[in-house]
């Protein structure tokens, strides 16, 4: 989630009226508040473009949802390949934002990493159409790990599920309705939260006993307790500064997941600034190549990547 939540924090229920309100706002508006897409302002009209940020090998992407509607996507591919074997990092973000805001993120994972990575923006974002819901941002999230399935570059490569905050509750639940097919070979969260309902305690303190009313549940750790496959790897990076979703509620979904699963906190990290921790790259770069590439066999033939990145570059947008 996105510091646009910090103001659901004042105290707006002080008197009866105000809850009656402020119940009306939380079941009629939701959507508005979990998905502020306008933020920050000009996210729906101007999408950062790859040749901004001298990515060279990118593409622009435009492809259909199975209910009318069209989403976009950046794909980035590797200058050089560092990795022996392809993958594939299929990237949801956060709450706020489009994908244009994630270029320099998704520009690490390409060229220092080496990974092809298909950033796609939900309904509702960016320069997707339509309006965003939880059933709406499922169907984008199946839609666009089909399209990465189907493509011919990136079918055969090794497809991973990247979240980040929102964006990890959409991983896992595809995550629950995927693992049967076999094809995905491993899931990265940051910052990602057990379920809304249980959220806002968190966020808007006076609204714990509304929780009820919340119909965007997003209710993750009901989706990875039904995960099949305990071979799935699962990296959960955890800011434990993050003021938006409790570390806490990181570490139960992290105890709660059935399958192999890595751990990596981050003392200073906090909600929208833990991707530009130091060492935040090379977890990803260690998880990918231990328990993606199975490399522990293999790991004298591997160098480590070094990866130098920027942490104005990396937090240069407050989105979630």
Request: charge should be neutral; glycine fraction near 8%; charged fraction near 20%.
């Amino acid at each position: 989630m996105s510091s646009y939540l910090s103001w659901l924090r004042i105290p707006v229920f002080a008197t009866s009226g105000l809850a009656a309100l402020g119940s009306s706002l939380l079941y009629f508006k939701q959507n508005d508040i979990i998905y502020p897409a306008s933020l920050p302002a000009g996210s729906r009209t101007n999408v950062p473009r790859p040749e901004q940020f001298h990515l060279k090998s990118a593409e622009s992407i435009n492809f259909p949802t199975p209910d009318g509607e069209t989403l976009h996507a950046y794909l980035l591919r590797p200058p050089t390949p560092s990795l022996r074997k392809n993958i594939t990092l299929l990237m949801f973000h956060g709450n706020a934002g489009n994908v244009g805001h994630r270029l320099p993120i998704g520009k690490v994972l390409s060229e220092s990493l080496g990974c092809h990575v298909f950033m796609v923006e939900y309904r509702g974002y960016g320069s997707s159409t339509g309006s965003p819901s939880e059933d709406g941002l499922s169907v984008d999230g199946q839609t666009a790990l089909d399209y990465v399935r189907n493509h011919e570059e990136l079918r055969k490569t090794h497809i991973v599920l990247y979240g980040q905050s929102l964006g990890g509750a959409v991983a896992v639940k595809l995550l629950q309705t995927n693992y049967q097919a076999g094809d995905i070979a491993a899931v990265i969260l940051e910052n990602t939260f057990l379920s809304i309902r249980k959220l806002i305690p968190s966020v808007m303190p006076p609204a714990k006993y509304l929780a009820y009313l919340c119909h965007q549940r997003w209710d993750s750790e009901q989706s990875i307790s039904k995960v099949g496959d305990k071979d799935i790897p699962v990296l959960f990076l955890s800011g434990l500064r993050d003021e938006i979703v409790p570390p806490s509620m990181m570490k139960d979904l992290y105890n709660q997941c059935p399958t192999r699963k890595v751990w990596k906190d981050f003392p200073n990290g906090d909600h929208n600034s833990t991707v530009a921790e130091p060492g935040y790259f090379d977890a990803i770069w260690e998880f990918l190549v231990h328990e993606v590439l199975g490399a522990r066999r293999e790991k004298q033939d591997l160098e480590k990547k070094d990866v130098d990145v920027s942490r104005d570059d990396l937090r240069s947008e407050p989105v979630g």
